[in-house]
């Protein structure tokens, strides 16, 4: 076969625009060496994210750029089960690691084993979830956006666009974080909020099930969606529809970064993914040599950060090469 | 009950009066077979009945259900659907299955987008390539199925997974991310999308173009059911294999020829997936194989195999979409939205057995 | 062109009129070191019935397997029309005008009598993609064909599924027929059917060795052997037990024979009180 698809591609015809020549062209890829004296330490990522989860790349991409720059070995590792992710950190205490990066979607599984690894003298950061329970389970910090705020965020941002009636659009139905997001909007959004629960994995389904709601309540004047890929798929329902509403959406890919330019997005909220891993690493390196700590031990958080089509501009070079 | 009559096309309506070799006797009582008790008779009359029902249930109980837009999204979503319901209840009938279907759509819109972006090349050659890979996944189905007489539950399931794996792996390896670059600024970029995901205008409404290749592979499946050979032998295949077999039905070559539409039909799709949204989520596709099966399954195909039809795959198709957007329109608390599509689409079941068990009855 | 004339043109009677249609002689079959048939022989000649009875385990169906091209023999010879053979596939066996006609497994019960019918053999109109099945063809040949046998059928569209057993096992010998078999194989075609049902299958297959047909029938039933069957072979525990024509032997003996011979009388003398 893939002799088939090398014959093929030597007898292609080329395209004289976009694709891969055009992304070799204009991208300078961000690397770095190590510039410190510290020896080789070793930190280990243990996250919930399942396969093939574009915020989680954007995230290790981060903690790769730190741990460059840091001199230090990273191994990640993730599995979206909270029994599976704990023996993933059990395997990071037993190769000693100087240090453990780990989220908390799930804290009543993990806390047994976190709490093992502070025991065994690995200082431990948490990131993205967990932000309640981190202090308790004796991590240094937490590093991420609270969910709920976030929520409430967009709820200002629509209220200062006038909106009145919502839609928040899940699409994982279960997910805790996105009920929080969806919980946050109502608290702080004056007007009516309506969740539409979609099933992500089939994009025509999404789209025709937003063109659906729509169509049915010609009032709604905003659509919210909790994840960058299904911004723009609510983008085509909405002109299928025919309808008015605004497409606001969560977390940043470059088609949100260009909706964003063209005005077919009206904002998006961001949580920052690559400085979730970029300062998990970097404080933990600073701990280790310094015995720094940011903010004390206090929660750090990386957004919410509203994004509209003034920061469309300089966004749009950023998510192309994954780091937004 | 009968698993063919005509479609009720002119040439199978009447018998020729010039038709010699038969006594005059038989001739009267063959000619009798009424178009009622003809209709009745088709495995998809229990999914029309129940397909009209639910129409009706919706354009009573949503107001907004009998707009021409609002029709149009609901074709829409049936169409995704029905594209690959076709050729599954065709494998169906031909007593296998495909767990891999779901996943093979997104590897089929994955194959063309990145081969295009990483080639450089004119986005038309990566959908022919997408072809190629996609007849591959197909052929290595049916073909893995022939030689280890191992039930197709198994190996499609082990494909299922394999592809869900590749999907990522490869993606992850070529691109760098999860999800395919977007190759809308490259050349044939439009005439594609012209095929695959256009909208076309009637009038004030606006129909996708997956309503027509829906349709288009409805005909030529009902076509190759019924009118040919090769639909004979599906038939055959998956009612009784041993007995085709010793007639010397081509047994192999059928039910690889099967696997081998399966997967145009995936190739359709995946174009779609990607020239509707010029990048493709590598997770995308996982559990949609159930819901191929389900529609297959409530347009009257026996999950035994040997018995089902094209059309009533369409119109299961039809009745979850319908069941699927219907219940948006009618504002249903949405916590409640998968029990209420459970507990339609087991309605519309029931109601499609309870139908043919009556025209059974009156045969 | 079509499926029927194709058939009938591969079955042009070859040079060895005379030869009887089938011919096997001393052959065996082994699976593994466990022999299933050793030194077989038997002849079947046009218009004539040669009945293979046997026990349970005897052999019988292997010898099926055989003369229909499902498994090849290891030893002796099997000659078709005095050509010696091996067959390779049940669909060379067809193509040599070898039908055979299983138990079970004669047709797709779900599939109307119609299809059943043509099955494997469907005869088209149209070219290219618009090739197609001659529906109207298929459905009158199908009924004046299960006519001419005396199957008088209400509706060729009912799916044969709905036939009884009888009436089943006739349509499957029909087909052989109508599609130019020479030697028919019948593998138990009374075995799960009533008295009058096992009655009118008898009747077809008197009627196909009437219409010039070589046929083999393959049972454990004496009674139904001796009203239709010209000459007679034996199995036991694969091995030949006996072969007698009709003249030689009377029915019962044969009854004796296929009921255990001597091992009855035996197993008599044990039960008595």
Do not use: D, E, V
């Given at each position: 076969m893939a002799a088939t698809i090398i014959a093929v591609g030597a007898l292609a015809g080329c395209s004289s625009t976009g694709g891969k020549r055009a992304e070799e062209a204009r991208e300078q890829a961000a690397s770095g060496k190590a510039n410190v004296t510290t020896p080789r330490w070793k930190f280990a990522m243990v996250t919930h994210s399942g396969d093939g989860d574009t915020y989680w790349d954007i995230v290790q991409s981060g903690a790769k750029q730190a741990a460059a720059k840091d001199n230090i070995e990273f191994l990640y590792s993730h599995d979206k089960e909270a029994g599976k992710q704990a023996q993933l950190v059990q395997t990071a205490i037993d190769k000693k690691v100087d240090g453990l990066i780990v989220t908390l979607a799930k804290p009543d599984a993990m806390k047994r084993v976190v709490k093992k690894a502070v025991k065994a003298g690995i200082p431990v950061i948490t990131i993205n979830s967990g932000q309640d329970v981190s202090q308790d389970f004796g991590a240094l910090a937490h590093i991420g956006q609270d969910e709920g705020l976030a929520g409430e965020a967009v709820g200002r941002e629509l209220n200062e666009r006038g909106k009145k009636k919502a839609i928040c659009l899940i699409h994982e139905q279960g997910n805790v974080g996105h009920e929080q997001r969806c919980d946050g909007i109502e608290k702080t959004f004056d007007g009516k909020v309506k969740n539409l629960y979609v099933d992500g994995t089939n994009m025509p389904g999404v789209q025709s099930s937003v063109e659906a709601k729509l169509q049915s309540d010609k009032k709604v004047d905003a659509v919210v969606t909790l994840g960058a890929p299904f911004a723009a798929t609510a983008a085509q329902a909405k002109k299928n529809a025919g309808s008015k509403a605004e497409i606001d959406t969560f977390d940043l890919n470059d088609k949100v970064a260009a909706g964003l330019k063209d005005g077919t997005i009206g904002f998006a909220v961001d949580q920052q993914p690559y400085m979730q891993g970029y300062e998990a690493v970097d404080l933990l390196w600073l701990y280790r040599y310094n015995a720094d700590m940011l903010g004390g031990g206090k929660p750090v958080l990386t957004g919410p950060q509203i994004l509209t089509k003034k920061d469309a501009g300089k966004l749009e070079k950023l998510t192309k090469r994954g780091t937004r | 009950m009968t698993v063919t009559t005509q479609p009720g096309g002119p040439d199978g309506s009447t018998e020729p009066a010039?038709?010699?070799?038969?006594?005059p006797t038989s001739d009267e009582r063959l000619v009798h077979r009424s178009l009622p008790v003809r209709l009745l008779r088709r495995p998809e009359l229990g999914a029309v009945v129940g397909a009209v029902a639910l129409f009706i249930f919706f354009a009573l109980v949503a107001d907004?259900?009998?707009r021409p837009s609002s029709l149009s999204t609901v074709l829409y979503f049936s169409s995704t659907l029905g594209i690959m319901a076709v050729p599954v209840a065709l494998l169906m009938i031909g007593g296998e299955f495909d767990l891999s279907t779901g996943v093979m759509v997104t590897s089929s819109a994955l194959a063309s987008s990145m081969f295009s972006y990483q080639m450089t090349a004119n986005t038309w050659v990566g959908v022919g390539v997408s072809l190629l890979v996609t007849l591959a996944i197909g052929f290595f189905n049916g073909f893995m199925l022939t030689r280890t007489k191992l039930p197709s539950f198994i190996i499609t399931l082990g494909t299922f997974l394999m592809l869900t794996g590749l999907n990522l792996g490869l993606t992850k390896l070529i691109s760098g991310t999860v999800t395919t670059k977007s190759i809308s600024d490259m050349e044939g970029f439009d005439s594609a999308k012209a095929v695959f995901a256009s909208t076309l205008t009637i009038g004030s409404v606006n129909l996708q173009i997956t309503i027509v290749w829906w349709l288009a592979l409805v005909a030529v499946a009902t076509w190759i059911l019924l009118r040919t050979n090769v639909g004979n032998w599906i038939f055959a295949v998956g009612g009784g294999v041993e007995a085709a077999r010793a007639v010397g039905v081509p047994v192999a070559r059928t039910k690889i020829g099967l696997y081998l539409g399966v997967a145009f039909a995936a190739w359709v799709s995946g174009q779609h997936l990607l020239f509707n949204y010029d990048t493709v989520q590598s997770g995308e596709g996982v559990g949609n194989e159930l819901i191929y099966i389900a529609a297959a399954v409530i347009g009257?195909?026996?999950?035994?195999?040997?018995y089902g039809s094209a059309v009533g795959a369409a119109v299961g198709a039809l009745i979850f979409g319908m069941a699927n957007k219907g219940i948006i329109y009618a504002q249903w608390d949405p916590d409640w939205f998968k029990f209420f599509l459970g507990a339609m689409l087991l309605l519309a079941t029931l109601l499609n057995a309870w139908i043919r068990k009556r025209a059974e009855a009156t045969r | 062109m079509n499926a029927t004339e194709d058939m009938n043109a591969t079955q042009d009677p070859q040079p060895h009129d005379d030869a009887p249609l089938v011919e096997l002689a001393g052959v065996s079959k082994f699976y593994g070191n466990i022999r299933a048939l050793e030194d077989i022989s038997l002849r079947v000649h046009p218009g004539e019935i040669t009945c293979v009875l046997g026990d349970n385990g005897a052999g019988k169906s292997t010898l099926i397997k055989i003369i229909s091209g499902l498994h090849q023999h290891d030893g002796g010879t099997f000659s078709i029309q005095g050509e010696e053979t091996r067959l390779a596939s049940p669909r060379e066996a067809l193509d040599r005008g070898i039908a055979t006609v299983y138990q079970d497994l004669a047709v797709v019960p779900l599939m109307p009598v119609w299809r059943n019918f043509f099955l494997g053999s469907e005869p088209t109109v149209g070219r290219g993609p618009l090739r197609r099945l001659d529906v109207q063809r298929m459905r009158r040949t199908t009924h004046s064909e299960l006519l001419r046998m005396g199957i008088d059928l209400r509706d060729v569209d009912q799916p044969i599924g709905t036939l009884s057993g009888g009436e089943r096992q006739s349509v499957a010998i029909a087909r052989a027929v109508h599609f130019g078999a020479k030697v028919l194989v019948l593998d138990e075609?009374?075995?799960?059917?009533?008295v009058k049902q096992s009655g009118v299958v008898l009747k077809y297959v008197a009627a196909a060795r009437d219409a010039g047909l070589g046929v083999v029938l393959i049972t454990h039933n004496p009674h139904h052997a001796y009203l239709v069957g010209d000459r007679f072979v034996l199995l036991k525990r694969g091995a030949m037990a006996g072969a007698y024509e009709k003249d030689e032997l009377e029915l019962e003996e044969l009854v004796r024979q296929m009921a255990g011979g001597s091992e009855l009388e035996e197993l008599s003398h044990e039960l008595r009180r």
């Open positions: - | 010039n038709s010699s070799p038969r006594p907004s259900f009998l009257g195909c026996l999950l035994t195999g040997g | 075609p009374t075995a799960a059917l009533g």
